[in-house]
């Protein structure tokens, strides 16, 4: 309100930066969204406020203008106080309105840079970007956006992101600068600026407070301390623009000033392409991880649990299943609530909004409906998958979601259909991979790396001649796009190999397909977390018969192919019946010490507490049974896992178990004075891919 009420002041402080040696300034327009302006009961004269608050700035910044050094208007677009995701209180629209009619407010009085500044969610800054492309839309033409989010000293953001998953929920919008603000001094800011440094596209920012502040409010970080601190990371090629926040002064902004004199500013380098998926956590799908387990519970037409609490309206427990999808392992979970009997579009919202706050992985949206799609991505944080778009009628499935896919910053999976039909032959799988990622890259501006091919899997146990031998063309064709196409991922659902089998035989079906579909070069998977048979603990000979099934192999004395086929649905639905009870039974009937070994290298804890028990009773002592069968399962493990029979997520569940055992022994294990616990240090490059190997460790 001191922007119509006291405007001498407020250009006196902005001509007090300028004369201090500030490039660019701030509007005082922090809270200018009605939202905020409400609690003044001056909610309808946002747009007029921000307007008056851009043009004193404008007017300043014009005072000190020459040719040689021209001066900038930063419009100031605080978080609003309502945090969408942690306090509630305003939806997203009422956000993408408010942020709306305050940017457009900067624009028009001549702000050349709009700041979304102090951001602590990212649904919130979503909603600020979506708002700025409206208003860029409408007046025709281009508005730079800097976006700067606030780390908190337990080192997130408020609404949980790290600086590596912000980074990636925001860089769809191709800002002029991302960066840090607020919340601490710098001194808390070093990794997080170093992640981003390292990240970042597109050019660094950083303006920290004057220090946090002490009890009384006051910043006690001076000047030249200030100033000492930022010149580290300047010195270290970390930054393009640099500044101060709350607490920070004229003289700290002069101190900052002339520290940056002659300093060497960051080079922004091209970003190499890589796969990034976020929720609050980060996941990157890359070589040293393939495949990405996507848990496919959270799906009405695939889980009949699912769809029933679905239907009763038991919104906390049908989460929980995508809950215990991430416990077992899954990187990314796939929902899907698009069924016949129900309103899709009315029960996206009460289920992602319990769905967000029970897990970290980011969320893929399964669905054909772009209004529902819409709905859903306003619930993520990150940067979301959207399953799927076809050829089926053409462009048209490609028209109403790439937009989408665009504004909100999502990756795309592309199912292998075109006008003919669903592709089954390698030749016709890669022909609609090529014709989509021209489409997509050419015509809808989705990078390489946002483009996920799903060849499709067709059951191989149905006794349908059609798809005789699809197990093999799809593999096949996996191979072919990888090879084609570097840039872009592919996926598929696992399950739908093994339909029609019993179901033990279906996960050992369902693992055998994934292994081979893997060394073909499969990134993501879509897969029942928690029934995932490990490849490398199939007995020779189920294994033998779920390939000779997927790839149809010779039978003697017999010639015709679905003859053959008839005959490995045969044998294989014949030696999985009934085969779960007497797995159990057979695993029971191990010595204790094979027993123990067998937890680790499957990646389970039930039942290893009660059998450690049994092996103290024996006499043995915690390091013996650390020494002795624990760590005979840990060498079998590396055996499988450098025999690419163990993927990286089995590795880390083996690791666990191991600490989970080793947690339970400590408390027996004899306290001696002279004992020293040593320690050593790991490091490794953030994002590396060795840094996987080191966390193995770690655990």
């Not at 279906?506 to 397909?513: A, K, L, P, Y």
Request: charged share 25%.
């Amino acid at each position: 309100n001191l922007v119509r009420t006291r405007p001498v002041v407020v250009l006196g402080v902005h001509r007090a930066y300028l004369e201090a040696g500030a490039d660019l300034i701030e509007t005082d327009t922090f809270g200018g969204t009605r939202i905020v302006l409400a609690e003044y009961g001056l909610a309808d004269q946002a747009c007029a406020l921000n307007l008056e608050a851009a043009r004193l700035a404008r007017q300043a910044a014009e005072e000190f203008s020459t040719q040689a050094r021209p001066r900038f208007v930063g419009g100031s677009m605080g978080p609003t106080t309502k945090s969408i995701t942690v306090t509630g209180g305003v939806t997203f629209e009422e956000l993408r309105a408010a942020y709306y009619e305050q940017a457009r407010g900067l624009v028009e009085g001549g702000a050349d840079v709009l700041l979304v500044e102090t951001c602590q969610d990212t649904r919130n800054v979503k909603a600020a970007l979506l708002a700025i492309q409206r208003v860029a839309a409408e007046l025709g033409c281009e508005v730079p956006v800097i976006v700067s989010g606030t780390i908190e000293p337990m080192g997130t953001m408020l609404a949980g992101q790290g600086i590596d998953a912000f980074y990636v929920s925001v860089a769809h919008a191709r800002p002029l600068a991302v960066g840090l603000n607020c919340a601490t001094g710098p001194e808390f800011m070093t990794d997080h600026l170093r992640t981003l440094h390292e990240l970042a596209a597109t050019r660094t920012i950083c303006f920290p407070n004057a220090g946090l502040p002490d009890q009384e409010g006051r910043y006690l970080e001076t000047p030249e301390s200030l100033a000492r601190q930022l010149e580290r990371f300047a010195d270290h090629g970390w930054l393009n623009i640099v500044g101060g926040c709350c607490g920070t002064t004229p003289a700290h902004i002069r101190a900052i000033a002339q520290m940056a004199e002659g300093k060497r500013p960051r080079v922004v380098k091209e970003a190499p392409r890589r796969a990034f998926y976020s929720g609050i956590d980060l996941v990157e799908a890359e070589e040293g991880n393939r495949p990405l387990l996507v848990g496919e519970r959270t799906n009405v037409v695939g889980s009949r649990a699912f769809r029933n609490l679905v239907r009763e309206g038991k919104w906390e427990e049908a989460a929980e299943i995508a809950r215990r999808q991430v416990r077992g392992g899954a990187h990314l979970i796939d929902v899907c609530l698009a069924s016949s009997e129900r309103d899709e579009l009315a029960d996206v919202p009460p289920f992602y909004e319990r769905l967000i706050r029970k897990i970290k992985a980011p969320l893929m949206i399964d669905s054909t409906d772009a209004w529902a799609i819409e709905v859903a991505l306003t619930y993520c944080q990150g940067k979301s998958i959207i399953n799927s778009i076809n050829l089926e009628d053409g462009e048209e499935k490609f028209a109403r979601v790439c937009p989408l896919a665009r504004a909100y910053g999502a990756a795309v999976i592309v199912g292998s259909i075109d006008e003919k039909a669903q592709a089954f032959t390698r030749e016709h799988k890669l022909e609609v991979a090529r014709r989509a990622y021209g489409l997509l890259t050419e015509k809808y501006g989705i990078a390489p790396e946002d483009i996920i091919i799903d060849p499709l899997v067709f059951p191989c146990a149905t006794g349908d001649e059609n798809y005789i031998g699809g197990a093999v063309e799809t593999i096949e064709a996996i191979r072919l796009v990888k090879r084609e196409l570097p840039h872009v991922k592919t996926i598929l659902g696992i399950s739908n190999v093994s339909f029609g089998l019993p179901p033990a035989a279906r996960e050992v079906v369902n693992s055998v397909f994934l292994y081979h579909a893997t060394k073909a070069g499969l990134d993501l998977a879509i897969v029942n977390a928690e029934k995932l048979e490990r490849f490398a603990s199939i007995p020779a000979q189920g294994r033998r018969l779920a390939e000779n099934l997927l790839f149809n192999a010779p039978v003697q004395g017999l010639d015709d192919r679905v003859a053959i086929h008839q005959h490995h649905i045969a044998a294989v639905s014949e030696h999985f019946r009934g085969v779960a009870g007497k797995a159990k039974k057979k695993e029971a009937g191990l010595p204790l010490d094979e027993r123990l070994a067998r937890y680790i290298i499957e990646g389970t804890r039930d039942g290893l507490a009660q059998d450690l028990d049994l092996k103290l009773k024996e006499g043995a002592s915690p390091l013996e049974i650390i020494n002795g069968p624990l760590l005979a399962g840990m060498d079998e493990v590396g055996r499988l896992f450098a025999a690419n029979e163990l993927i990286v997520a089995e590795v880390l569940q083996s690791a666990e178990a191991m600490k989970a055992a080793v947690s339970q022994l400590e408390q027996y294990m004899e306290r001696r004075e002279t004992a020293v616990r040593g320690k050593f240090v790991l490091a490794t490059v953030k994002g590396d891919v060795h840094d996987i190997g080191k966390n193995l460790v770690d655990i």
